[in-house]
T-cell receptor, first 114, second 115 residues
Framework: AQSVTQLGSHVSVSEGALVLLRCNYS??????LFWYVQYPNQGLQLLLK??????LVKGINGFEAEFKKSETSFHLTKPSAHMSDAAEYFC????????????FGTGTRLLVSP | EAGVTQSPTHLIKTRGQQATLRCSPI?????VYWYQQALGLGLQFLLW???????NRGNFPPRFSGRQFPNYSSELNVNALELEDSALYLC??????????????FGPGTRLLVL
C-alpha cells in the first residue's frame, strides 16, 4: 500500500533560517505527491505537487520540493522562513489506481521564532 | 474564481442526533471528496463522489453517508452521532476523475462538536 511518512511532528526555526520538512513515501510505482499547508482554524491549501514532470517543483510562498526516487523522498524546503510560515504542513500521496484517494502523512507543525 | 465552500462553519450536536454538512465545489469540478480530521487521528479519507455516484469510501461505518447533486454540490450525513465524531470535516473538489490523478482543492471545513 502506498503511504507517506513525515519525520518530526514539530520543527522549530528562527526567522530567516532554512526550512526543511521531511517526507518519505512508499510506492511500487511513480506516485503523485503533494504538499498542503493548514493555517490555524482553516482548511488545506495546496503548496505544490509532483506529477512526474520535473523533479524539482516550485510552489507558492517561496516553497519548493525535490522528488528523489533513489531516496523515496519529497522533502519541502524554503530558503528563508517568515513568521507567516508558521502552520501545519502535510505531505500526501494519491493512489495510482484511479481511486483518487489522498493519503496524508501525520503532519509537521512548523514553529518560527523571531 | 470562488473556491470550495462549506457550510456551516461550526455545528454542535448531541449524541444520537444526525448532522448534515454541505459542500459546493469549484466551478467546473465534478468530483467531491470528504475527509475527517480528528484530533490524534490525522486526515482520513471518507468518501468520493463523481458525476453523482459514490466512487470510493474509506474505512468508516455506514452511518457516514452522503450524496452528490446534479449541480455537483454534495452533502455528508452522519447519523447516530457519537462523541468521537467530533472533528473538522473537510471537503475537496477536483476535475473529472477520467483525466487522471487530479489535484484536490480543499474548502475551509466544518467543525463538528458532539456533546
Amino acid at each position: 500500500a502506498q503511504s507517506v511518512t513525515q519525520l518530526g511532528s514539530h520543527v522549530s526555526v528562527s526567522e530567516g533560517a532554512l526550512v526543511l520538512l521531511r517526507c518519505n513515501y512508499s510506492s511500487s510505482v511513480p506516485p503523485y505527491l503533494f504538499w498542503y499547508v493548514q493555517y490555524p482554524n482553516q482548511g488545506l491549501q495546496l503548496l505544490l505537487k509532483y506529477t512526474s514532470a520535473a523533479t524539482l517543483v516550485k510552489g507558492i510562498n517561496g516553497f519548493e520540493a525535490e522528488f528523489k526516487k533513489s531516496e523515496t523522498s519529497f522533502h519541502l524546503t524554503k530558503p528563508s522562513a517568515h513568521m507567516s510560515d508558521a502552520a501545519e504542513y502535510f505531505c500526501a500521496v494519491i493512489l495510482n489506481t484511479g481511486f483518487q484517494k489522498l493519503v496524508f502523512g501525520t503532519g509537521t507543525r512548523l514553529l518560527v521564532s523571531p | 474564481e470562488a473556491g470550495v465552500t462549506q457550510s456551516p462553519t461550526h455545528l454542535i450536536k448531541t449524541r444520537g442526533q444526525q448532522a448534515t454538512l454541505r459542500c459546493s465545489p469549484i466551478s467546473g469540478h465534478t468530483s467531491v471528496y470528504w475527509y475527517q480530521q480528528a484530533l490524534g487521528l490525522g486526515l482520513q479519507f471518507l468518501l468520493w463522489y463523481d458525476e453523482g455516484e459514490e466512487r470510493n469510501r474509506g474505512n468508516f461505518p455506514p452511518r457516514f453517508s452522503g450524496r452528490q447533486f446534479p449541480n455537483y454540490s454534495s452533502e455528508l450525513n452522519v447519523n447516530a452521532l457519537e462523541l468521537e465524531d467530533s472533528a473538522l470535516y473537510l471537503c475537496a473538489s477536483s476535475l473529472a476523475r477520467l483525466a487522471g490523478r487530479e489535484t484536490q482543492y480543499f474548502g475551509p471545513g466544518t467543525r463538528l462538536l458532539v456533546l
